[in-house]
């Protein structure tokens, strides 16, 4: 077996050591009827090469993005990652290093991820960041929980144009919590009446920008209504790109962003490990959850890093701690900030106004179809347009024909009539032209 | 002093500088180089990538634009790879030696597994494209589905879960579910004193009190302390097995009838599945709930905190409560529910998406590697590994509990008594070995403890160079030779970092500052 090292010769100089005279005496502390006499009923070893075929066949029987004209977002973006991010990410120092407990021997990691925190902050408009949450919808549920432990009230008001998987998420978290949810039915039109919903007992409200359907909006006035309440905005973000382009949600008076990294440096890999940020005001560090790499210096007072504000934590606070969060997304922290450092601010821009500009151009060539309309007024690089037919049945079609045209609402709404004919459509940077083309023809075709 | 050639012998007489002068004009140290922050190489104006030009068009952004200058720092491409690559560096890493981090089993990572997880029909498919071209990998985490439940002998698993405290979340919630549906408001979940942080603060999310229940001398839960605490508004036990003390939980039977017998679920934190993995199943013990971190026994890489994945074993009675989404096998192939709709008991949605397919790839990937007689080996040559680290040291070192232990040992700071030196700096000064340390100072049952998993990743070798380490050090220690210790580590790329100051004062990013 070619991961194991020890010899026959080893193992049994090793039990004469130990004084034991075969494995299982090193057993006998489990009931003799737990102990199994066989291998489970599981296929025997595999030589590499064989391991690599089977995968190479379930991979077969799927249609990769790359292999068709693509649309899909809904909260994953396909985006190009330049080819250093993987070399480097797979340096084995930083593939197969743990959780920087001993900082002396992690500086590597701990440094990606003061940086990391720092291009976070920056992006969003925040002070601080932390070092990262499993994804964007998790974080979302921390994000709650967060704001109910810095408001000290337990309301949580959310905008029906938060993605809806994100909105199940921190129902989810909150179910057996203290916390009170209050979800808004979902908005394609900027309907919401957040304001209205405050009252004293409000936490928080959870709005998304651009929101689920692609619109962007200016949050400036619900965070001013919030904060007369003593309540706090938070602002998530699905598509990090945006905030190239976009007004950042600091700017707007937001208290908590959190958003889904994937977009930078994380590939689709059909839903995971992607990267959840999570940023906040300096004077909220104390209630973040999750950890945080902060600046010291060492016994010669150089200058280092280590992970810090343990005490919130689990392994410190137990069950007081703000999260129960241990391990969460190094490894991708690390692919976004890589990223992020290759684009740099010219970079990122860059990439923001060549994403809008691309789906501006898709946005103008699908309203040119009879029957087809693009129901937004504004958007970033996704949209949703309302088709005169069923909009997963228009997706298989559209499948059969090798394109990949967007994420039907019904998958995310099933028991939402107004969903059915209408379909959500990303544009990135990876999109041709003649992606596009392909795209309004086959429409043309299905909708004629 | 001159060397045999009649050079000098250090850079000090060299450049007739005292002792400890400043040596070099960079502060580096041949191939021990510093590095700058991005910010501080970098700017606004450089990048690493080029992108094509902007088509012409109008902006639809509505007006709500980002205008002023966000201070990102931007870096060529060679200069990208130099600095990640030389911080790559300052880290230690299982593939540059043994990681005895006691509880995290940091074994080897095959770089197959890294391979298959980038065949494009793996690595780039949408988690939201049609069911019907996603064939593959539903079957991906059907199979491992099956693996799961066949090696740990339980009816049904919860994929979606993404690290083991998550899991840990969904094996709660599935038990208060399942409570909620008897009508019963149970309140309390034990746990022993030895659990993992994790533990106590899932079972507060899950608005659960914490009780805590007494280790015996063995190092095992004190039975009648745990029957004693069992009644009618304990809602489960949180049972780590092989626990956190490195051992099997003997009675566990015995508890897992217990807790039954008193109306409670038994959660198993299953973080030590390394140690029994194809000799026991877990569903023959009892358990009702189980994450496996397959960043832990399965081997996707740590990747320095994550990403990991937690799915979770349930038992019948908890399977209907499961959350979504999961695989099922339809007429025409795989189908999978993403929706609880009307009269499904599923607790709801743990995270957009389908969990982390990443992992899934990597830990099926070794699972087939192994297969079912390279798994037990696994098991056993782990525990055997442990067991040659606990003979050979428990002469010189304290044992905390009688042994065979399995997978990892544990030892307190007894034998440091009067030596001046903690098991901190015990640990610091492993460092100047070229080791990473154990794990320190958990379990919380013994003092100044000492966790030691060496995994079955490991050579006689390696392990014997190991021991040869920690009875120099120990030895050293007993000797008197505390600074050896106390200004440890000195071979490290920093010396020791004040943590007490960045909690005081904390500074969580770069500034400009002028
Ligand atoms: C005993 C035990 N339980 C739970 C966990 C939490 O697992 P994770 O870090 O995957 O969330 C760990 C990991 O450190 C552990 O050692």
Request: proline letters at 5%; glycine letters at 8%; charged letters at 20%.
């Amino acid at each position: 077996m070619r991961y194991l090292p020890l010899s026959p010769t080893d193992r049994t100089e090793m039990l004469e050591k130990i004084g034991v005279t075969e494995i299982n005496d090193l057993f006998s502390d489990v009931p003799t009827t737990a102990l199994l006499k066989d291998h489970v009923d599981l296929p025997g070893h595999m030589p590499e090469m064989a391991v690599d075929r089977e995968f190479r066949a379930m991979a077969e029987k799927n249609m990769p993005a790359g292999s068709v004209a693509f649309f899909c977002g809904a909260g994953a973006y396909r985006h190009y990652v330049p080819s250093t991010v993987d070399h480097l990410i797979q340096r084995g120092e930083f593939l197969t290093a743990y959780t920087p407990y001993q900082p002396e021997i992690s500086q590597g990691t701990l440094q990606a991820l003061y940086e990391f925190q720092t291009q976070v902050a920056q992006i969003t408009g925040m002070e601080v960041s932390n070092a990262s949450m499993y994804d964007g919808s998790t974080a979302c549920g921390e994000a709650v929980l967060m704001a109910r432990r810095a408001s000290r009230k337990k309301k949580a008001i959310l905008s029906g144009s938060l993605h809806p998987q994100y909105i199940e998420v921190t129902r989810c978290a909150t179910k057996f919590t203290e916390d009170i949810t209050l979800i808004n039915p979902p908005s394609v039109y900027l309907v919401d009446d957040l304001i209205d919903q405050i009252d004293e007992e409000t936490s928080c409200v959870v709005v998304q920008n651009p929101d689920f359907f692609g619109n962007i909006q200016d949050y400036t006035k619900l965070a001013e209504a919030l904060h007369a309440q003593k309540a706090l905005l938070v602002v998530v973000v699905t598509e990090v790109v945006s905030l190239g382009a976009v007004r950042s949600p600091g700017a707007m008076g937001a208290d908590i962003v959190v958003a889904e990294g994937q977009s930078i440096g994380n590939g689709l890999t059909f839903g995971g490990p992607y990267v959840g940020l999570l940023a906040t005001r300096q004077k909220l560090v104390r209630t973040m959850p999750g950890r945080v790499c902060g600046e010291t210096v060492d016994a010669d007072g150089k200058r280092g890093f280590v992970l810090t504000l343990s005490t919130r934590e689990q392994h410190i606070r137990r069950e007081k701690a703000t999260s129960n969060i241990c391990t969460n997304a190094g490894l991708c922290t690390l692919a976004f900030t890589i990223h992020m450092t290759l684009l740099g601010e010219k970079g990122f821009r860059h990439l923001a106004r060549l994403n809008h500009a691309k789906a501006v151009q898709l946005a103008d060539k699908i309203s040119g179809i009879d029957g087809v309309e693009v129901l937004n007024k504004n958007f970033f690089n996704e949209f949703t347009v309302a088709l005169p037919m069923d909009a997963a049945e228009a997706i298989e079609r559209l499948a059969d024909m090798k394109i990949l045209g967007g994420v039907p609402l019904s998958r995310l709404y099933p028991n939402d009539p107004d969903m059915k004919n209408r379909l959500l459509v990303a544009v990135t940077e990876t999109v041709t032209e003649e992606d596009m083309d392909r795209l309004v023809c086959a429409l043309k075709e299905l909708v004629k | 002093m001159m060397n045999k050639q009649g050079r000098p012998t250090d850079i000090n007489t060299a450049a007739n500088l005292s002792p400890g002068g400043v040596t070099t004009h960079t502060g580096n140290r041949g191939l021990e180089q510093d590095e700058l922050l991005i910010y501080e190489i970098g700017d606004t104006q450089r990048t690493g990538v080029d992108l094509e030009d902007l088509p012409v068009f109008e902006s639809r952004l509505g007006g709500i634009t980002r205008d002023n200058e966000i201070g990102l720092a931007g870096l060529s491409e060679p200069e990208v790879m130099r600095h990640y690559t030389r911080l790559s560096r300052k880290n230690y890493a299982i593939d540059m030696g043994l990681y005895p981090l006691g509880s995290c089993t940091m074994k080897h990572n095959p770089r197959i597994n890294e391979k298959v997880a980038r065949l494009p029909g793996l690595a780039d498919i949408h988690p939201l494209q049609p069911i019907s071209t996603v064939q593959g990998a539903l079957d991906l985490m059907d199979r491992l589905a099956h693996w799961l439940k066949t090696l740990t002998g339980m009816p049904a698993v919860a994929m979606s879960p993404k690290a083991g405290a998550h899991g840990e979340l969904c094996g709660l919630m599935a038990i208060r579910s399942a409570l909620d549906k008897r009508g019963e408001n149970r309140t309390i979940v034990l746990a022993p004193e030895s659990a993992h942080g994790t533990n106590p603060a899932t079972a507060a999310l899950c608005g659960y009190k914490v009780k805590s229940i007494p280790a015996n001398k063995a190092g095992r839960v004190d039975l009648p302390a745990l029957k004693a605490a069992l009644g009618p508004d304990v809602a489960a036990i949180m049972l780590t097995n092989p626990n956190t003390c490195g051992l099997f939980e003997r009675d566990i039977i015995e508890i897992a009838d217990a807790v039954h017998a008193a109306g409670g679920y038994f959660y198993c934190d299953g973080a030590n599945f390394n140690a029994i993995v194809g000799k026991v199943r877990p569903g023959d013990l009892g358990v009702d709930a189980m994450h496996i971190n397959l960043h832990k026994t399965f081997s996707t890489p740590h990747g320095g905190g994550g990403p990991g994945a937690g799915p979770v074993v349930l038992s019948e009675a908890l399977a209907p409560f499961a959350p979504v989404p999961y695989v099922i096998h339809g007429k025409d192939g795989f189908e999978m529910v993403e929706h609880v709709t009307g009269g499904a008991e599923s607790f709801g949605r743990m995270t957009a998406f389908h969990g982390q397919m990443g992992m899934n790839i990597r830990a099926l990937a070794f699972m087939m590697s192994h297969g079912s007689d390279g798994l037990a080996r696994v098991a056993e040559d782990s525990v055997l590994n442990a067991n040659y680290v606990m003979a050979s040291l428990q002469d010189i070192m304290t044992l905390s509990f009688e042994g065979p232990c399995m997978h990892e040992c544990l030892f307190d700071d007894r034998f440091l008594e009067g030596t001046g030196v903690t098991t901190l700096d015990f640990a610091k000064a492993m460092i100047d070995e070229g080791y990473h340390p154990m794990t320190m100072y958990f379990p919380l049952v013994v003092n100044g403890a000492m966790l030691i998993e060496p995994t079955e990743s490991e050579s006689k070798q390696s392990v014997d160079q190991f021991i040869g380490a920690l009875r120099h050090l120990v030895t050293q220690a007993k000797l008197g030779n505390s600074a050896l210790f106390t200004g440890a580590p000195y071979l490290a790329p920093l010396k020791r970092l004040d943590e007490t100051l960045a909690a005081r004062n904390p500074v969580l990013r770069w500034r400009k500052t002028d």
